[in-house]
């Protein structure tokens, strides 16, 4: 008789979720975490009074109503919305690609004339059928926009030239022939008031964590605790990286705590060109108004400056690089997960995705929906 019905290995959103609604079953849960903290990497930490997104800034939006609902019993949202400026060299733009940032770039004021001007620069670069992301990206915005406010900054985040990243990255960023700085196209958007740590505090009520604990390195014990593993860390850690490792992105932040109220004016402020070496600051304090919870203006101020890496063992993993030499290695090891009838893999790590937070949730509910 095992002691558990689950083990969760990981307490980020998708072991969260999973844990919350097999404990609601009436399943018996262990949830074990190799960091000392929960939440994965939407942990928030309170300094100052204002709520640091420490492994980098974390905006929920979705047009998923059940997954709204559904979050919205664990934290209430406030009505943030995401407009980063991005600067190059000193020029400050409107995103994502809407008419401030075409009359900024190129002086038009109708929808009309920011049409002309994309199709004039597409039809010059002859591109018919985009292959790859700079492909991609003067067909939807034209050459201007790609050289300032995409080029750099995809080359900075992604540490590979534009030519060689897949075309989808840059389609996750909406084009508008309207005045909107709405980043996200989403229905429903907001930051959970006290912090995301807070909100997965609230889904794990009740269920026994322990944190600090490395599951690989002591695998055949916790194997042993449980019927069935649900494992949300890296695919390839799990199978000691036999077949080779997957790559990602991994990022490092420089926190700054500064005595003043305002630094940047604004939540997000990204760095498009290639000297900075910084993709963005994040300024924590604007996701919440610069305000603490009970409405008090806050007189200091919380920056991260990101700077974005190539992974190597040991980092933290966070974005996985989706190309096609990555895409063939993980079809591997999820061909071996098959052999693994008692583990699910979930998750951006566990399933090498680049999920957005409410993507990750639908996906944790879909499977709880059919294993509880
Ligand atoms: N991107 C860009 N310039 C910007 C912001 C984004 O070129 O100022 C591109 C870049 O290639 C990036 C992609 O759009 O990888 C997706 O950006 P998003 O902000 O969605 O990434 P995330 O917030 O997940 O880091």
Not at 6 to 18: D, E, M, N, S, W
Not at 117 to 128: F, L, N, S
Request: contains cysteine.
């Amino acid at each position: 008789m095992k002691k558990y019905d689950y083990l969760v290995v990981g307490a980020g959103l998708y072991g969260a979720v999973f844990a919350h609604e097999a404990k609601a079953a009436g399943k018996r849960v262990l949830v074990i975490d190799k960091r000392d903290t929960i939440a994965g990497n939407v942990y928030t930490e309170k300094i100052e009074g204002i709520n640091v997104h420490k492994y980098g800034a974390h905006i929920f939006h979705t047009n998923n109503q059940e997954v709204w609902n559904f979050v919205n019993r664990f934290a209430t949202f406030n009505r943030f919305t995401n407009s980063p400026v991005a600067n190059y060299h000193g020029e400050l733009y409107s995103l994502p690609f809407n008419m401030y940032t075409f009359n900024k770039m190129w002086g038009v004021v109708t929808p009309e004339e920011a049409a002309a001007k994309i199709e004039e620069q597409r039809k010059a670069a002859g591109i018919t059928e985009p292959k790859n992301l700079e492909e991609q990206a003067i067909s939807l915005v034209g050459t201007d926009i790609y050289e300032k406010l995409i080029r750099g900054y995809t080359q900075k985040q992604w540490g590979r030239p534009c030519r060689e990243l897949p075309a989808f990255i840059i389609r996750r960023l909406p084009v508008r022939l309207t005045f909107d700085n709405n980043y996200f196209n989403a229905l429903y958007q907001g930051i959970p008031v006290g912090g995301y740590t807070k909100m997965v505090e609230n889904m794990l009520e009740g269920i026994e964590v322990e944190l600090g604990v490395d599951y690989l390195s002591d695998k055949q014990r916790f194997d042993e605790l449980a019927k069935k593993v649900i494992y949300t860390g890296p695919i390839d850690a799990y199978f000691g990286y036999s077949l080779g490792t997957l790559e990602y992105r991994s990022v490092r932040f420089e926190n700054e705590l500064l005595d003043k109220p305002n630094f940047q004016g604004n939540a997000a402020v990204n760095y498009t060109d290639s000297d900075t070496p910084w993709t963005r600051i994040i300024e924590h304090k604007w996701f919440e108004f610069g305000r603490d919870e009970e409405g008090n203006e806050l007189p200091k101020t919380v920056i991260s400056k990101e700077y974005s890496s190539e992974w190597k063992p040991g980092d933290e993993p966070y974005y996985p690089v989706n190309d096609e030499k990555n895409g063939e290695l993980y079809a591997r090891y999820k061909k071996l997960t098959e052999s693994e009838s008692n583990v699910k893999f979930g998750g951006r790590l566990g399933e090498y995705k680049y999920y957005d937070m409410d993507a990750v949730i639908a996906s944790a509910l879909a499977y709880c929906k059919e294993e509880l």
